[in-house]
């Protein structure tokens, strides 16, 4: 995070060409030209060259400071040493005119006055004006709600700030995209890469539940039951000794078995409901660049190509 607690975050560069990266980074972001100032510390050829002339036109100066943010500046391919001059600072943005006087292009306090009117802490305000006389670059944002975003921002192209080292920035930091040491010019490659990241979603929902069918069921159940059996025959026509009588009877009881049903509950089947985790490979598809580097030659130039540790090939 950028070291000040307020919506200003501050990032300071070693590459001026880094520090404009991350300037158009910004504005790619959608922050806007009045969110965005950057202070820098003419060299001494620079100064010797527009001395005269800054104190000639420290009116145009101020008009064109209030008239074109920094980021549209270099969107026309303006360099630092074509920014707006004030004394001994190039600046661009809104501090371009805290750093101007209403009487003529003098700096009025300072970049620690600047810093403290954005609502910098003194301490912190010295510490980055410390930085830009150093030769550092200085790029600060007026992030409005987008702190982390912005400082993420600067981070990327290489920025630091006080609350971290600035000796881990210089080792972890890319360098700037042309660079040049000696009587050597670097060009850095670059190629975007694909990062994957999962995210859990609720693709569905499975629902088990029991609903009651009735049917008819029909099942034969044998019974038995009695039954009178009635047999006559022919008497042998003898005489008999017993009178004639009315009502005479005889009572023979007849059973029968029948059917009482009922219902039994029983288990017929058990269901168990889980999860389990299942591994799916799944394609994902998109585009990437990738920077190669093209060597042309004009005329009878002898070009010798090395890899890695001054292999020839």
């Known amino acids: 995070m950028a070291v000040s607690k307020n919506s200003t975050v501050i990032g300071v560069f070693h590459d001026e060409g880094r520090a404009q990266e991350a300037v158009r980074a910004l504005r790619q972001a959608n922050f806007r030209e009045d969110q965005i100032n950057v202070v820098a510390r003419r060299n001494d050829r620079e100064a010797g060259e527009t001395e005269?002339?800054?104190?000639?036109?420290?009116?145009?100066?101020?008009?064109?400071?209030?008239?074109?943010?920094?980021?549209?500046?270099?969107?026309?391919?303006?360099?630092?040493?074509?920014?707006?001059?004030?004394?001994?600072?190039?600046?661009?943005?809104?501090?371009?005119?805290?750093?101007?006087?209403?009487?003529?292009?003098a700096v009025a306090g300072g970049i620690l006055g600047a810093l403290i009117g954005m609502g910098i802490p003194e301490e912190e305000a010295k510490y980055y004006e410390g930085e830009v006389h150093s030769g550092r670059v200085l790029v600060t944002v007026s992030a409005?709600?987008?702190?982390?975003?912005?400082?993420?921002?600067?981070?990327?192209?290489?920025?630091?700030?006080?609350?971290?080292?600035?000796?881990?920035?210089?080792?972890?930091?890319?360098?700037?995209?042309?660079?040049?040491?000696?009587n050597q010019h670097k060009i850095e490659v670059h190629e975007e890469q694909l990062r994957v990241q999962?995210?859990?979603?609720?693709?569905?929902?499975?629902?088990?539940?029991?609903?009651?069918?009735?049917?008819?069921?029909n099942i034969q159940v044998p019974v038995e039951r009695e039954e009178v059996v009635i047999e006559r025959r022919p008497a042998s026509g003898a005489a008999s000794t017993s009178d004639i009588r009315a009502g005479e009877e005889i009572r023979i009881p007849v059973r029968e078995e029948q059917v009482r049903v009922t219902k039994e509950n029983l288990v017929k089947e058990e269901v168990s409901v889980g999860k389990?985790?299942?591994?799916?490979?799944?394609?994902?598809?998109?585009?990437?660049?990738?920077?190669?580097?093209?060597?042309?030659?004009?005329?009878?130039?002898k070009v010798r190509e090395t890899v890695g540790t001054g292999k020839k090939r």
């Not at 975003?149 to 290489?158: D, F, K, N």
């Not at 080792?171 to 000696?182: E, H, K, L, V, Y």
């Not at 299942?278 to 004009?298: A, L």
């Open 198 to 217: 999962k995210t859990p979603v609720q693709a569905g929902e499975v629902r088990v539940h029991k609903e009651v069918h009735t049917q008819q069921q």
């Open 276 to 301: 389990r985790k299942v591994t799916d490979t799944q394609q994902v598809q998109s585009e990437v660049r990738k920077e190669d580097v093209k060597i042309e030659k004009q005329g009878d130039v």
């Open 144 to 182: 409005d709600g987008r702190y982390d975003e912005a400082w993420s921002i600067l981070e990327r192209y290489g920025a630091y700030n006080r609350q971290t080292s600035a000796t881990a920035a210089c080792a972890t930091r890319p360098t700037s995209t042309t660079a040049r040491t000696g």
């Open 52 to 105: 005269q002339g800054n104190h000639a036109g420290g009116g145009a100066v101020t008009g064109v400071v209030a008239g074109a943010g920094v980021a549209a500046l270099w969107s026309l391919g303006v360099t630092f040493g074509m920014l707006p001059v004030i004394g001994p600072i190039l600046a661009a943005g809104p501090i371009a005119a805290a750093l101007i006087s209403a009487a003529g292009g």
